[in-house]
């Protein structure tokens, strides 16, 4: 079991930036951000494994970055350009074990979350 903590939401005019950060109690091999806005389903945002190798959803390619320092257990995630749509509780997601892909994963450690919030 690892435990994750999330900083880093807050409230932003869109077109601004948010930088969100995880950190986690122990090591991880897939970790991703998810979000989920009120009335809509919990979708993933973008994902990194233990070597690095990334993916996003595309409604976030070219504005987020997600990044993982795997000797600290720490992710982040840069938002720039944030949109109105991007409002959203943002999660923290950790896969501990090896795993030939982290696409699909049903992840089974979560953090409590943090809150992005974009006014137009």
């Known amino acids: 079991q690892v435990r994750l903590v999330e900083s880093g939401g807050g409230s932003v005019q869109a077109g601004g930036s948010l930088r969100l950060s995880c950190v986690a109690s122990g090591s991880a091999y897939c970790m991703a951000w998810f979000r989920q806005a009120p009335g809509k389903e919990r979708e993933e945002v973008a994902r990194?494994?233990?070597?690095?190798?990334?993916s996003y959803a595309d409604s976030v390619k070219g504005r987020f970055t997600i990044s993982r320092d795997s000797a600290e257990n720490t992710m982040a995630l840069q938002m720039n350009s944030l949109k109105p749509e991007d409002t959203a509780m943002y999660y923290c997601a950790a896969h501990s074990r090896y795993t030939l892909s982290c696409a699909g994963l049903q992840y089974s450690n979560w953090g409590q979350g943090t809150q992005v919030t974009v006014s137009s």
């Open positions: 990194i494994d233990r070597g690095s190798m990334t």
